[in-house]
Each structure stands twice: as C-alpha cells, then as structure tokens.
Nanobody, 122 residues
C-alpha cells in the first residue's frame, strides 16, 4: 500500500503565507512526479503545481509567481508547496498527488492524499 500524508493547511488572512507538506510512504520503487491539486466548493479539481523526479516544475497560471513547489533534498518522497500572497480565491481543499512505480518495470500508479483545507479570509 501507498499513503500520502498532507499537513500545513489552515486559516490565513489575504496576503499571508502557508506551507503545505506531503510525504509519500509505503511500497514505492520510484516516484515519477508529485503535485498539488485543489478543489473549491462547486468547482472541478484543478492542478496547482507539480514537480517531476528530474525537478521540472509546472504551475497553474493563477498561482505563478506566488506559489513554489519543491522536494525535500533528503527525503525524496516529500514535497512542499509554499504559498505566498494568498488570495480569497485560493480557498479550497488541497490534495497531494503522486505518480509512481510500486515495482521496477511495473505499471505507473496514481495516488491521492485525503486533502487539507486552506481558507483565505479577506
């Protein structure tokens, strides 16, 4: 089994910052990419940011210049999302995502965390 454990959500005023963490554990051979998605009430889940095993990052236009995704240099299965200059429209449940191999030569699997609430007050 594979687990993704998220932490770091909460309530913050507009203009403030939060840092989300996600640690993947379990039967993992290698991680291809990890990312953060978010889903606001009544909205579709959308990609916020992702990072590949090679360090290539991708961001939604709405968060470019404000959010930064990174990996822990020591714990390669851990990813962070630093969120600065938060806006009320960033309010959503944030989900960690990982695309990984459970065994060398096996298929890729996609896993999701349970989500962490981020609320930005105006």
């Amino acid at each position: 089994q594979v687990q993704l454990v998220e932490s770091g959500g909460g309530l913050v005023q507009a203009g403030g910052s939060l840092r989300l963490s996600c640690a993947a554990s379990g039967s993992i051979s290698s991680i291809n990419a990890m990312g953060w998605y978010r889903q606001a009430p009544g909205e579709q889940r959308e990609l916020v940011a992702s990072i590949t095993s090679g360090g290539v990052t991708n961001y939604a236009d709405s968060v470019k210049g404000r959010f930064t995704i990174s990996r822990d240099n020591n714990a390669k299965n851990t990813v962070y999302l630093q969120m600065n200059s938060l806006k009320p429209e960033d309010t959503a449940v944030y989900y960690c995502n990982a695309v990984l191999l459970r065994a060398l030569g096996g298929p890729m699997y996609k896993y999701w965390g349970e989500g962490t609430q981020v609320t930005v007050s105006s």
